[in-house]
T-cell receptor, first 117, second 116 residues
Framework: AQTVTQSQPEMSVQEAETVTLSCTYD???????LFWYKQPPSRQMILVIR??????QNATENRFSVNFQKAAKSFSLKISDSQLGDAAMYFC??????????????FGTGTLLAVQP | GAGVSQSPSNKVTEKGKDVELRCDPI?????LYWYRQSLGQGLEFLIY????????KSGLPSDRFSAERTGGSVSTLTIQRTQQEDSAVYLC??????????????FGSGTQLSVL
């Protein structure tokens, strides 16, 4: 079974600085998808960024980028020029790409990010 | 609607009572998921509906939990004889299955269930 591990329960960053959130996963599959979701106090999960495992190029969305290391099964999120609105819980998630498998996401336990003004 | 709608937003119940949680997905979304988020935990998969296919119930923690989806739209998650360990946020999500599996899930704001 696949697992997702986030080893940083809490992180803090100064406004305008850069922070990296860590995520590792375990799988025997070669094709899958990885995601970072943000959960603000409103509780609504918001997709931040997505990575396809067969793509070597790291995904980027504005100030958010990932460092995807397939061999190491590592998928970290870098937030540049941090803003107060980035403060939230961040979840790393995995989904199998195999046909026939449920499309369910497997989540890590989350990292609570605080942004200091 | 514009997004995934869940009701109620908060629910307080007494141990042993039954509760029903409702999810109204985005119109046209064929896939619907229920997740449970306990304090300090990640999101735990409960059940998945896709079109007219049999649901994947592999994540339901006990037979006290059940869910149905009527007419391929609204879904209800029912918890019978609630226990204190059922206290959690219950999140619903929907998506359009396009053939690939990297499609975006749209989440509701969840129902905070508190069992006293």
């Amino acid at each position: 079974a696949q697992t997702v591990t986030q080893s940083q329960p809490e992180m803090s960053v100064q406004e305008a600085e850069t922070v990296t959130l860590s995520c590792t996963y375990d799988t025997s599959e070669s094709d899958y998808y990885l995601f970072w979701y943000k959960q603000p106090p409103s509780r609504q999960m918001i997709l931040v960024i997505r990575q396809e495992a067969y793509k070597q190029q790291n995904a980027t969305e504005n100030r958010f980028s990932v460092n995807f290391q397939k061999a190491a099964k590592s998928f970290s999120l870098k937030i540049s020029d941090s803003q107060l609105g980035d403060a939230a819980m961040y979840f790393c998630a995995y989904r199998s790409a195999w046909g026939g498998a449920t499309n369910k996401l497997i989540f890590g336990t989350g990292t609570l990010l605080a942004v200091q003004p | 609607g514009a997004g995934v709608s869940q009701s109620p937003s908060n629910k307080v119940t007494e141990k042993g009572k039954d509760v029903e949680l409702r999810c109204d997905p985005i119109s046209g979304h064929t896939a619907l998921y229920w997740y449970r988020q306990s304090l300090g935990q990640g999101l735990e998969f409960l059940i998945y509906f896709q079109g007219n296919s049999a649901p994947d119930k592999s994540g339901l923690p006990s037979d006290r939990f059940s869910a149905e989806r009527t007419g391929g739209s609204v879904s209800t998650l029912t918890i019978q004889r609630t226990q204190q360990e059922d206290s959690a946020v219950y999140l619903c999500a929907s998506s359009i299955i396009t053939g690939g599996r990297g499609e975006k899930l749209f989440f509701g704001s969840g129902t905070q269930l508190s069992v006293l």
